[in-house]
């Protein structure tokens, strides 16, 4: 599973409240990536990584906000959730050639 | 922009028939496709990619690049073959983000 945790793995909050997802990793990739799970949309990269303290938006951004800190930690908030964000939301690391995913975490916002 | 569309969001098949499950993209470089496969209850991980051209559990895949076409065949399917696949595409060597279709959800019927 190359080392990769997040946590919670599953939360409810209401709309309006803000939400933080972590996602932890033991083997120092540099690249690490947030992901969004929709039926029919499949997976959307909404930020990613390139190292501590450098981060890039991706296709999904807009009301999401990243954080690196320590290599190991790579944290997204959503700063106002709405009921369009309620998802499966997965954290990846490694670079395209090769992805590994976290298990997942399920937000329902109400 | 890169897109990659899988037409099916569901297939069903019989054991021991074939299977292939489509993947277009559309992208004017030279890209990087990837089958990654994510089976109930596991992590979404890497199944195959086509530059290395091989061939993972019975699964092959071809790129075509006349068709921008890159689907996963495999000959005689198997009932633990059930899954939620994903194609998956990158700029090139060295790129560092990924951009999946929206998936196709496989069942194998015994």
């Known amino acids: 599973d190359a080392g990769i945790t997040q946590s919670p793995r599953h939360k409810v909050t209401e709309t309006g409240t803000p939400v933080t997802l972590r996602c932890h990793q033991t083997?120092?990739?540099?690249?690490m990536y947030w992901y969004r799970q929709d039926p029919g949309h499949g997976l959307r990269l909404i930020h990613y990584?390139?190292?501590?303290?450098?981060?890039d938006k991706g296709e999904v951004s807009d009301g999401y906000s990243v954080s690196r800190s320590k290599t190991e930690d790579f944290l997204l908030t959503l700063e106002s959730a709405t009921s369009s964000q309620t998802s499966v939301y997965f954290c990846?690391?490694?670079?395209?050639?090769?992805?590994?995913f976290g298990p997942g975490t399920r937000l329902t916002v109400t | 922009a890169q897109r990659v569309t899988q037409p099916e969001k569901l297939l069903s098949v019989f054991k021991g028939a074939p299977v292939e499950l489509k993947c277009n993209y559309s992208?004017?470089?030279?890209?990087?496709l990837f089958w990654y496969v994510q089976y109930s209850r596991q992590r979404l991980q890497l199944l195959l990619r086509?530059?290395s051209r091989e061939s993972i559990k019975g699964f092959t895949a071809d790129l075509n690049k006349g068709e921008t076409s890159f689907h996963l065949k495999k000959p005689f399917a198997q009932e633990e073959d059930s899954a939620m696949y994903y194609c998956?595409?990158?700029?090139?060597?060295?790129?560092?983000?990924?951009?999946f279709g929206q998936g196709t959800r496989l069942t194998i019927n015994p």
């Open positions: 990846a690391v490694g670079q395209a050639y090769e992805q590994y």
């Open positions: 083997e120092n990739h540099r690249y």
């Open positions: 990584s390139y190292g501590v303290k450098d981060t």
């Open positions: 992208y004017s470089g030279s890209p990087e």
């Open positions: 086509h530059i």
């Open positions: 998956a595409l990158s700029e090139g060597l060295g790129a560092q983000k990924l951009v």
